[in-house]
């Protein structure tokens, strides 16, 4: 039996050796995900009831509570954070991949990497000076441009990259049955790339209601119901940030359940990105 | 008379009373490059006209211009006339988007849109504003692409769930929708099995009562089952690359009985190619 495998080889040893040294790497890489998400679950999870979302934080030494208006405040953030970043974002990675020359292209590119490494903090700082400085109040709309700021890069590069992927022969396709360009691109090459776009918003839209830095210069936070978009306004992030330094035991507590909401909200999002995915075409 | 544009184009060449499209002392450049040189060459209306040669020789390029679909190639330019029923289509005036509504082009690998069945035909007439039937003339053009029996009861379905000789007379069906004067193939069969690229034949035979077919192809037996004209393309070497030229044209029983180029005869022999 000359073909068998000896075990015993030098082969066959540095083979298992390689991947059980791989298999452990991987546990190790998986180590923090888990016990983050489950200390996170066990110290949130006590104060998951109704009261932590429809009720305002109480005032230090005053029991219950909860962190609504920090829900509110992000989703409010957030959505208008996106309301700025989606068009302006997916326009442009329209015109990257449509329009523009190789040229052009390869600079826009280069810009929106540069600002995909700006630390979130000086966006926040950003926004600070152009607008709550010049406006003299801190106030969601702010939040939401600093926000919009750290999505923007996201958005155009996984748009930009959905859409190379759509094959050129269905462009070709469309404008060799005389369709204009701009047909071809909205009722051809978008729709196709749609999955994969959707996926890219998902994702920036997650990033950016777990950031912080950004909303402590601009949105600042309060105790109260957010009542205007020109006033401050409380998020989970800022909350979290806020309560977690107190030496209250009730505020702590308020923060650990306002991250497993936030980890909740991300990995939410997350979900949905994964099943826009499974529609895609290419 | 079709009209591209609002201004009419004088442009009366002497011309055969039932020619097509026209060539005229065509060079097809990519930037310095010059990839065909000196085309001359007439294509009759309702006949199947093939393009054969070896790779390389500029047949798909030329097919290429008579839609100008090269326009979307940034270094690609001309040089010489071309002409579909009296017009240049490289003249100042002519838009090149109804330049393609008049003539469509099927590709080598069938590439319908990731949408339903019925929208893949209807796609063309919606854009070109069509004001009638929808329902009927997606039928009708189904029918005439020899398809509708297999997918009249799974017109939602994806276009792209259909297997590959299907999905081309798909696209064929998509093409003849904007009801153009030119259909123009690009080796439709050659992703095809034997048994869906008889069916693409019979259908193009079907097909050229109302159209002006121009097919490349790769495939010399279906450049004479199908064609009435044989167009014979070679390259040369030269020291800036190799060059496409027009060998012969002919009658497709002529290239292939009694050709009179001796290139012609090498090919169509098996020699070379």
Same mark, same amino acid.
């Given at each position: 039996m000359y073909l068998s495998r000896k075990s015993s080889d030098a082969r066959s040893i540095f083979n298992k050796a390689m991947t059980i040294l791989a298999g452990t790497l991987v546990v190790v890489a998986l180590i923090p995900l888990l016990a983050v998400l489950s200390y996170v679950l066990i110290k949130g999870f006590g104060r998951l009831n109704l009261d932590l979302l429809t009720k305002l934080p109480p005032p230090p030494m005053v029991p219950g509570g909860g962190i609504a208006n920090a829900i509110v405040g992000t989703l409010i953030m957030v959505g208008l954070a996106s309301l700025i970043s989606v068009p302006i974002g997916i326009g442009s990675a329209i015109f990257l991949s449509e329009f523009s020359n190789p040229t052009t292209a390869q600079w826009i590119r280069f810009a929106t990497n540069v600002l995909n490494g700006v630390p979130s903090i000086i966006l926040g700082v950003f926004a600070y000076s152009v607008l709550v400085v010049t406006t003299k109040t801190f106030s969601a709309y702010a939040g939401a441009v600093a926000l919009s700021i750290l999505m923007l890069p996201t958005i155009i590069r996984t748009t930009d990259e959905a859409l190379k992927i759509v094959p050129q022969e269905i462009r070709w396709a469309s404008l060799g049955i005389g369709a204009a360009k701009y047909q071809t691109v909205l009722q051809i090459v978008l729709p196709a790339a749609l999955p994969t776009i959707v996926t890219g918003v998902t994702l920036a839209i997650a990033r950016a209601a777990g950031e912080t830095a950004p909303l402590i210069f601009t949105a600042l936070s309060t105790q109260f119901w957010p009542n205007s978009l020109s006033q401050p306004t409380p998020s989970l992030a800022v909350l979290v940030f806020n309560f977690a330094t107190v030496p209250f035991k009730n505020q702590q507590e308020l923060a650990w359940a306002a991250s497993l909401i936030l980890v909740l909200l991300v990995l939410t999002t997350s979900i949905i990105s994964r099943f826009a995915l499974r529609r895609k075409t290419y | 008379m079709t009209h591209y544009s609002p201004q009419t184009i004088p442009q009366p060449k #002497? +011309? *055969?009373?039932?020619?097509a499209l026209e060539a005229v002392n065509l060079n097809i450049h990519y930037g310095s490059f =010059? $990839? *065909? @040189?000196?085309v001359c060459l007439k294509i009759e209306r309702n006949k199947i006209t093939s393009f054969i040669g070896p790779s390389g020789c500029g047949k798909s390029t030329l097919l290429r211009c008579f839609n100008r679909l090269?326009?979307?190639?940034?270094t690609f330019h001309i040089k010489g006339e071309v002409y579909h029923e009296n017009q240049d289509l490289y003249s100042r005036h002519v838009d090149p988007v109804q330049v393609r509504r008049r003539i469509g082009m099927v590709f080598q690998k069938p590439n319908p849109f990731p949408k339903s069945i019925y929208d893949n035909v209807a796609y063309g007439p919606r854009i070109n504003g069509f004001k009638g039937n929808l329902d009927e003339l997606v039928e009708q053009s189904l029918t005439q692409a020899a398809l509708w029996d297999e997918v009249k009861d799974k =017109? @939602? +379905? #994806?276009?792209? $769930?259909? #297997?590959g000789g299907q999905q081309q007379r798909l696209c064929i069906a998509r093409t003849i929708a904007v009801q153009p004067d030119v259909v123009l193939m690009d080796e439709p069969c050659a992703a095809l099995d034997p048994i869906s690229t008889l069916k693409i034949e019979e259908l193009m035979n079907d097909l050229k009562s109302q159209y002006t077919i121009v097919i490349v192809t790769h495939n010399m037996q279906q450049a004479s089952r199908v064609s009435d004209k044989t167009a014979f393309f070679n390259v040369e070497a030269t020291p800036k690359g190799k060059v496409g030229y027009l060998v012969e044209y002919d009658d497709t029983v002529n290239i292939f009985t009694n050709p009179r180029q001796i290139h012609t005869r090498d090919y169509i022999a098996g020699r070379f190619g």
């Open positions: - | #002497s +011309q *055969v009373e039932d020619t =010059l $990839a *065909v @040189k000196d090269n326009d979307l190639i940034e =017109l @939602k +379905q #994806s276009g792209t $769930a259909l #297997s």
